[in-house]
């Protein structure tokens, strides 16, 4: 009867431990929603290790945009990606864009760029999350006056991978050092 | 000559058969039909089972045509999500990198 009783809490634990890690995939504040509901155009991408590689199945390899995606996703556990669009100014307050800055304030993220312009009204903070010297994570808050973007990658991301996807995507070529030394903010 | 005549004669004589025998031959007859040895592929319950087993075939068939069907739309619909989810945060770092320069190039001046 213990035997069993055992069995069922450490079945339990597991099922939890598999929900909890896979909940904080995706690095989000809870009052989304509400950004939602004022938005003209929504885009909610969440996906998992699983869904990574069952899409990656259908990525073409002849093209190179999809042959370097399924490349970087190889090792990812997580993509997530909010992305709100609104019809006017003002749709969205500063605590909404600290609420999920906040979430990034760990010992284990880094915050290697944070451009704040007045004058376009546009903040663009990226986040890097190194552990053992590799990037094993990436975050990016983009605030613009009728658009409000969060991506979380989850996953070790190798800074050769995100060089190389210059000019695909559009993506530019980062230059990243091996292991950061700081933040560069530039306000 | 005579008595030789005679006894052909009697030995031609037409005789009815006893009573029953064509019942009889026609009971023997259909008997040996019964068990005579049909062809396996020629038998109606052979031609059921195949008829039924070629059903599920295509039956098998389309239901497996329709999942790889799904697989295959759901794998599109995967990759579209994952392709726009890499679009934008290329957009971003695009974005983040432009402004970074944009300053850069301010404070040179």
Redesign the interface.
């Known amino acids: 009867m213990r035997n069993t009783t055992f069995l069922c809490f450490s079945i339990l634990g597991l099922a939890l431990n598999a929900f909890a890690q896979a909940a904080t995939s995706c690095k989000l504040p809870i009052n989304l929603d509400r950004l939602a509901a004022k938005a003209a155009e929504v ?1 909610d ?1 969440d ?1 998992d290790a699983n ?2 590689q ?6 073409n390899g002849e093209k190179s ?2 042959a370097q ?1 399924r490349k ?2 190889s090792s990812l556990k997580g ?1 997530c ?1 909010r ?1 709100f669009e609104f019809d006017s100014d003002g749709q969205y307050g500063a605590e909404d864009v600290e609420a999920i800055r906040a979430q990034f304030q760990s010992p284990t993220w880094s915050r290697m ?1 944070g ?1 704040r ?1 007045k004058r376009d009204r ?1 903040n ?1 903070d ?1 986040f890097f999350r190194m552990e053992k010297g590799s990037v094993t994570g990436l975050a ?1 808050i ?1 605030a613009e006056p009728k658009e409000l ?1 969060f ?1 979380h ?1 989850d996953g070790v991301i190798d800074p050769q991978q995100l060089n190389e ?1 210059g000019g ?5 070529k ?1 230059e990243m050092p091996a292991k950061p030394s700081g933040k560069a903010e ?1 306000k | 000559m005579n008595r030789l005549e005679n006894e052909l004669r009697k030995a031609m004589k037409r005789e009815e058969p006893p009573e029953g025998f064509a019942d009889r031959v026609l009971a023997r007859v259909s008997e040996r039909k019964q068990f005579a040895p049909m062809n396996f592929l020629m038998r109606p319950s052979f031609r059921w089972a195949l008829a039924g087993a070629l059903c599920l075939l295509l039956v098998a068939a389309g239901v497996e045509y329709r999942k790889d069907k799904q697989e295959q739309a759901r794998g599109e619909a995967a990759k579209a999500q994952l392709m726009l989810a890499l679009r934008i945060t290329a957009g971003k770092l695009q974005l983040a990198q432009e402004k970074v320069q944009q300053i850069g190039a301010l404070q040179r001046y």
């Open positions: 885009v991408v996906m869904m990574l069952f899409a990656g199945k259908f990525l945009d999809e995606a970087l996703i993509l990606v992305s760029v451009v312009s546009e663009v990226v990016v983009a973007t991506v990658i996807l695909q995507f559009g993506i530019p980062v530039t």
